[in-house]
């Protein structure tokens, strides 16, 4: 009698679909047999690319003409910590009673890259293999993944794509790290007082720390200028407003050489010079435009989006929060949370309702339920099909992290960060449900001599998803009252063509500032969105959606970064600083290969492997420009010298 082997990426996974497969059988060393299954798992990665003196002891030496190092057939070995794993994988894909064998590794390229190195090392043949693809591990999903298992042949292409960029890091790695450590190393420990420096380079991380030290350069050769605003008081004692000066080409100070911009003088003195001009003049009131607008809630979660989300609010890290969330996963409290979308897909909003009645049973917290029983009472529709919460030509691999409706079982046992993670996933999760919030909004115009003053108020009349997520959003409805609300019931009362009183003219003093450090939430946003940095506008719109790194190593190459010290993170704030090692790396790099420090080539190749995935181009064709390009950079470094 054959037998089923499934092989996970992890231990408290494979539990998980014992128990939904019904393999109470024997729990043995490294896998779990039934009568009709076998399931085992990796523990992470168990085999790993070689190091170069494995081809050839010599290479352990850096030397230039060993360089490229570039093999024709690239060597692999087991990870020596987790080779007893291995081998009892390796024994159980060779049992001649196993006859499918069912890939359940995350459902990615990292997760498929897993697998197949572990299939490639053992020589699995003549079995059938199939490929479980799933969104989340509850019961009925780890069912519909067995049930609707593919061939493992139909994702190939994204095998190969992980392949690829393996070698790429692996290549560039080693090739650039070493050239320039060779040529620069000596120098920089001279430079920074160590006795020997490595330069490490990587394809994503140089270019995330070039981001970390041109927004540090920016903000230390930043010089905050002063400028001076003309604001007038205009109405009554007891409902005055405020209204703010700006120049029109009405306006005698049209094209002057005194503004610094549309609304500041240069000089303080100036600006008051301007004010006594108005002195005794008319205000007139010349337009007043009332309006109402409506706020939908923001997109779903993405990887990126909670990840930002996490370390404003709860100041952790990014690789904290994908731990939290891959636990919650794990707990079948949310779905997969490698992913860059924030939408649903068609399929999944159909059966939405699922997830939703999960909820009002299982979860216990009143300020949710309380959020649903208004759903419920006010008849808040839950069709999503024509709403921007469903695009399916948005979603790669996996839609957007939202709650499961199940797994309530785990929730009390949570610590409680997890637990207000696990939270704030519910509550965007229910505000796309909740209708737009809706705002009033009055502008007013007054001329004082062909000199225009705007003053608005604008005031949050419904809330709307604000009911869920006034305390989960940036736009906090409290933002704007009591101020807007205050301003918006004096204006209100205005008419276009009256004359109105004025109270008083005064400076007011602002200054430029600087731009923010990145923290490692804004970071991940920042990597997320690289594409949109490029200047070029064809080659921005031809590498759209592609970032710099992915969603499941993002938070790795910060972490990296930190971790040889050339990026420092401030454990309280999460803020980012360049260190001195890292400023000098980036100068050689600068000096040597800029383009390495630049969103554009990064994101160029994660498009490119993207493209691999998707069989729009060969893997050969990417590999023959991933070494002209490492070639061609290497001639250039030492010709140089």
């Known amino acids: 009698m054959t037998k089923n082997l499934l092989i996970t990426e992890k231990p408290s996974v494979a539990v998980e679909f014992a128990k939904v497969l019904k393999c109470g059988g024997n729990r043995k060393d490294g896998y779990i047999e039934s ?87 053992v020589g699995v043949t003549g079995k059938q293999r199939k490929r479980v693809w799933i969104d989340s591990q509850t019961e009925e999903e780890i069912n519909r993944g067995i049930k609707e298992a593919k061939d493992l042949s139909e994702y190939d292409s994204l095998c190969d794509s992980a392949y690829l960029r393996a070698k790429e890091d692996y290549l560039i790695g080693i090739n650039f790290s070493r050239l320039l450590s060779i040529i620069y190393g000596r120098r920089m420990a001279k430079d920074i007082g160590e006795e020997k420096v490595s330069i490490s380079v990587g394809r994503v991380m140089t270019c995330v720390l070039g981001m970390v030290v041109q927004r540090e350069r920016e903000i230390r050769n930043f010089v905050k200028t002063p400028y001076y605003r003309v ?90 929060t994908l731990e939290i969330i891959q636990n919650l996963y794990e707990k079948k409290l949310v779905t997969y949370p490698r992913t860059d979308a924030r939408v649903l897909s068609t399929a999944v909003a159909k059966v939405i309702s699922k997830n939703l009645n999960g909820i009002a049973k299982g979860f216990k917290d009143e300020e949710i339920q309380g959020y649903i029983k208004k759903m419920v009472d006010e008849k808040y529709s839950t069709d999503l099909i024509k709403t921007k919460y469903v695009n399916d030509s948005k979603i790669t691999d996996h839609y957007a992290i939202i709650p499961t409706g199940q797994g309530f079982e785990n929730y009390d046992a949570l610590p409680d960060l997890q637990k207000q993670m696990y939270k704030l996933i519910v509550k965007r999760f229910l505000s796309i ?90 970071m991940i946003l920042a ?6 940095l490029i200047e070029e506008e064809e080659l921005r719109e031809q590498i759209k959606g592609a970032g ?56 160029s190749w994660e498009k490119g492997l993207e493209m691999v995935s998707s069989k729009q181009i060969e893997p050969n064709e990417f590999m023959t420009k991933l070494e002209a390009y490492i070639n061609s950079k290497i001639d250039k470094l030492v010709v140089r010298r």
Not at 275 to 292: F, N, P
Not at 527 to 532: I, L, T, Y
Not at 573 to 598: A, R
């Open 35 to 121: 009568d009709t299954w076998i399931i085992t798992w990796c523990v992470g990665h168990l085999v790993t690319m070689s190091y170069p003196e494995k081809y050839d002891e010599n290479l352990k030496f850096w030397r230039l003409d060993t360089l490229p190092f570039m093999p024709k057939e690239y060597k692999y070995e087991v990870i020596p910590s987790v080779e007893k794993q291995f081998n009892i994988v390796k024994s159980l894909l060779q049992r001649e009673d196993v006859g499918c064998i069912y890939v359940a590794t995350d459902s990615g390229r990292e997760g498929e890259y897993i697998y197949r190195l572990v299939e490639n090392q």
């Open 231 to 320: 604001i007038g008081t205009f109405g009554e004692e007891k409902s005055s407003f405020n209204a703010e000066w700006k120049v029109t080409e009405k306006s005698r100070m049209w094209e002057s050489p005194k503004l610094y911009n549309e609304n500041g003088f240069k000089k303080e003195n100036e600006a008051k010079d301007f004010i006594l001009s108005l002195k005794d003049k008319k205000a007139i009131i010349t337009e007043v435009k009332k309006s109402k607008t409506k706020e939908n809630a923001p997109l779903l979660f993405n990887l990126a989006e909670i990840q930002n989300e996490s370390t404003r609010r709860f100041k952790i890290k990014p690789d904290q």
């Open 433 to 522: 449900f909740y209708p737009p919030a809706e705002y009033s909004k009055i502008s007013v115009t007054i001329e004082v001599e062909n000199e225009q003053f705007s003053a608005s108020g604008r005031v949050c009349e419904k809330l709307g998803y604000l009911e869920v997520a006034k305390n989960d959003t940036k736009k906090e409805s409290s933002d704007e009252q009591p101020d807007e609300q205050n301003n918006l019931e004096v204006l209100r009362n205005l008419k276009k063509g009256e004359e109105i009183g004025v109270l008083n003219y005064e400076t007011k003093t602002s200054e430029t500032s600087p731009p923010s450090r990145y923290n490692s939430g804004s």
């Open 527 to 532: 990597m997320e969105n690289a594409g949109k």
């Open 548 to 603: 710099i790194g992915t969603s499941a190593t993002r938070a790795e190459i910060m972490k990296k970064l930190e971790r040889i010290g050339y990026i420092a993170i401030n454990t309280k704030t999460q803020i980012i600083t360049p260190t001195e090692k890292g400023e000098k790396i980036y100068d050689v790099v600068f000096m040597s290969m800029p383009d390495m420090l630049n969103p554009k080539l990064t994101a």
